[in-house]
């Protein structure tokens, strides 16, 4: 009986130690799965998702339109010249307002004459001398380096003409001090009474002033 007794007990030993044995294996976890890139799918297709807006339009600049244009203003005529008297031709008359326009010269005669065509003109000694030694007595060098044109509103000064309506020059070659209305009615008749016929000389105080504009006669 006690034989018995331990046969069961010892197998019953058996059979514990048997179960300690089976070893549990923990379950798998799903991985999600993932589908795999088309290599077919354009690039377009495959980015249409993370497309970005175009750019907003931006407004055409528009053209700055020129700034207007100024008139330019007439020259101011001036009396008080930075010159002394002086000869000169008249090279414009305007009726209306009595402005005249004047290009200053200088007038070189005899050894005068010489000096300058040797000294500005690159004559030899020879030569200037044999130039103006042929010269008449109304013959003159003109020096008219200036290109300067001074106006002078006639106006406002004495102004004397030797020359008459029909363009005779008259008995007195000094002339007598006119008014603007003859002057102007010399002009209308010819212009080259007053501006071709004959030069001027612009009379001036020590100060530069210009006191008398005068017709000079000159054959």
């Given at each position: 009986m006690i034989k018995k007794l331990f046969a069961i007990a010892i197998l019953c030993v058996m059979l514990l130690f048997s179960g300690c044995e089976i070893i549990m294996q923990p379950a798998q976890t799903a991985v999600p799965a993932t589908a795999a890139p088309n290599p077919q799918d354009s690039p377009a297709e495959t980015q249409a998702d993370n497309a970005t807006q175009p750019p907003a339009a931006?407004?055409?600049p528009t053209d700055t339109p020129p700034p207007a244009a100024t008139a330019t203003p007439e020259p101011t005529p001036y009396n008080t010249m930075d010159f002394f008297t002086c000869y000169a031709h008249m090279v414009s008359y305007n009726p209306s307002n009595s402005w005249a326009e004047f290009d200053y010269f200088y007038l070189h005669q005899g050894q005068d004459a010489i000096d300058y065509l040797v000294e500005h003109e690159g004559y030899s000694q020879a030569d200037a001398e044999a130039l103006v030694n042929g010269f008449a007595d109304s013959?003159?060098?003109e020096e008219n380096n200036n290109p300067g044109i001074r106006t002078i509103d006639l106006d406002t000064v004495d102004v004397r003409i030797i020359i008459n309506m029909d363009g005779s020059v008259?008995?007195?070659l000094i002339g007598s001090i006119t008014t603007m209305a003859h002057f102007n009615d010399l002009y209308a008749a010819n212009h080259s009474y007053i501006l071709d016929y004959f030069f001027y000389e612009v009379?001036?105080?020590?100060?530069?002033?210009?006191?008398?504009?005068?017709?000079?006669y000159w054959p």
């Open positions: 931006t407004e055409a013959e003159f060098v008259g008995p007195d009379e001036c105080d020590t100060a530069g002033n210009v006191l008398e504009v005068k017709q000079i």
